[in-house]
């Protein structure tokens, strides 16, 4: 059984930090791009960082200098290290696996990706 799950979510003051990561288990990833999205209340899913299997990154404009994504190989694990949060990063966030793109640290359609996690509450109050 091959899952993803997100882990490290939580409440934070703006301009706090948070690392939420992302372990996967049931096969090797380290293969896989491993994306991060997020979706806030009312809002569309959207991109917040790629990593590609090299380790190759891409940021959303509006998270560029504040997140950090970061890969894990031999422990199977995703981190996106958040700094100087804002409350408009309030939202769940979800990582995603994908093999046949292994090499894309740019989003994808979201149809496209193999594995979704459940996602991690981040709530940033102001």
């Known amino acids: 059984q091959v899952q993803l799950v997100e882990s490290g979510g939580g409440l934070v003051q703006a301009g706090g930090s948070l690392r939420v990561s992302c372990a996967a288990s049931?096969?090797?990833?380290?293969?896989?791009?491993m994306h991060w999205f997020r979706q806030a209340p009312g809002k569309e899913r959207e991109f917040v960082a790629g990593?590609?299997?090299?380790?190759?990154?891409v940021y959303q404009d509006s998270v560029k200098g504040r997140f950090t994504i970061s890969r894990d190989n031999p422990k199977n694990t995703v981190y996106l290290q958040m700094n100087s949060l804002k409350p408009e990063d309030t939202a769940v966030y979800y990582c995603?696996?994908?093999?046949?793109?292994?090499?894309?640290?740019?989003?994808?359609?979201?149809?496209?990706?193999?594995?979704w996690g459940q996602g991690t509450q981040v709530t940033v109050s102001s």
């Open positions: 995603a696996a994908v093999s046949l793109y292994g090499d894309r640290a740019y989003p994808l359609d979201q149809a496209l990706y193999d594995y």
């Open positions: 049931g096969r090797t990833f380290s293969n896989y791009a």
């Open positions: 990593i590609n299997w090299s380790g190759g990154k």
